[in-house]
């Protein structure tokens, strides 16, 4: 079996625009996220010097492996880009979307737009390749989709085109830029690529269970997994997917009592100054589906601070268990 960062089958929290924080990767981490990378970086953002994209790159102090994402369909700022990081954030891998399907990103024919384009995906992660080389960041990797829509299925091409240029790894989430995130993740892409190409294949889409993950393993061949939406409502969730790939019995969902241990803990790691939108909404993501999570939410929507949301996560810890 191929390895990936030197790990046996690693389970990755996948990259989620205004989820995955330091606080909550660190937190990810803390709970059997074996890799963590930042959400999508905007290339042109961090040369440009952008305090935003600087702060969501910051690596929490338990994060290693770590990676950045970043996003653009110029060679040359993406050069730029992973030089002045290496400057400032200690990063195990580099990784170029090549799947975002959101308008004004195809626009920029950067993310998904890349998937129409074989040739210049690879010359962005060459460019990204060179420039880690040079910086001493190790690895370097493209995370994918299966291709613009259903008519053109380019993952073979791509993940070739990207491997070429000194990709270690890829990611493919199965579905296409088209798709979104509708219809099912179709798997059976993944395991296609895993034969065509030398370099390890990743595999994400509709990964919800710990189940899932020994069900894509065992019928994709997959190298390792990228996790999202399932990390996004519980960050635990990584713990439960490791005991079912060694075999064992996951055990159960969080109940209530721990689920607001886990926001008293992202609270702790999100620091007095972050803003109190981010908090209330990792509260409300936590609570989703659990018995009462209506009534949570409003009130964690009307909690003035952090200070509020704390005292109701610790009132809610005590009164559920
Ligand atoms: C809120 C949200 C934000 C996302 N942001 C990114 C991103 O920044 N970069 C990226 O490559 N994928 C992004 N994705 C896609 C996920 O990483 C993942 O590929 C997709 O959700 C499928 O995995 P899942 O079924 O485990 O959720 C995002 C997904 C969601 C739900």
Redo the contacts with the bound molecule.
């Keep these: 079996m191929k390895r990936v960062l030197g790990l046996h089958q690693p389970l990755v929290l996948?990259?989620?625009?205004?989820?995955t924080d330091p606080a909550f990767r660190g937190l990810a981490k803390a709970h059997g996220a074996d890799v963590t990378c930042s959400?999508?970086i905007a290339a042109v953002g961090l040369v440009h010097g952008n305090r935003t994209a600087w702060s969501l790159v910051e690596r929490a102090p338990n994060e290693s492996p770590y990676g950045v994402?970043f996003m653009s369909a110029d060679p040359a700022t993406i050069r730029d880009a992973v030089r002045q990081l290496a400057e400032r954030v200690k990063v195990e891998f580099v990784d170029v979307?090549l799947?975002?399907p959101a308008p004004n990103i195809l626009k920029s024919c950067a993310g998904g737009f890349l998937m129409r384009d074989p040739a210049l995906a690879g010359k962005v992660v060459a460019a990204a390749r060179a420039a880690a080389d040079e910086a001493g960041i190790p690895h370097v990797s493209a995370?994918m989709r299966l291709g613009p829509d259903a008519s053109r299925l380019t993952y073979l091409e791509v993940g070739q085109a990207v491997t070429d240029a000194g990709a270690d790894w890829v990611t493919l989430?199965a579905r296409t830029v088209a798709q979104g995130?509708s219809g099912d993740?179709e798997w059976g892409h993944i395991a296609r690529l895993v034969e065509h190409l030398d370099a390890p294949v990743l595999g994400?889409?509709?990964?919800?269970t710990p189940e899932d993950v020994v069900r894509m393993r065992d019928t994709t061949g997959c190298a390792g997994f990228?996790?999202?939406?399932?990390a996004?409502r519980d960050p635990t969730v990584f713990s439960r997917m490791r005991k079912a790939l060694d075999g064992k019995p996951p055990g159960p969902e969080p109940t209530m009592p721990e689920r607001m241990a886990t926001l008293l803990d992202y609270l702790d790691r999100s620091g007095p100054d972050a803003p109190i939108g981010d908090l209330r909404r990792m509260g409300t993501r936590l609570v989703a589906g659990s018995p009462g999570a209506a009534r949570l939410r409003s009130q964690f929507n009307a909690a003035a601070d952090a200070a509020t949301l704390r005292v109701l996560a610790e009132t809610t810890r005590n009164s559920a268990a």
Excluded: I, T, W
Aim: net charge neutral; proline share 4%; charged share 20%.
């Design positions: 996948s990259p989620m625009v205004d989820v959400e999508m994402q979307n799947g975002c995370k989430h995130y993740a994400n889409g509709d990964l919800r990228f996790v999202a939406r399932a996004m």
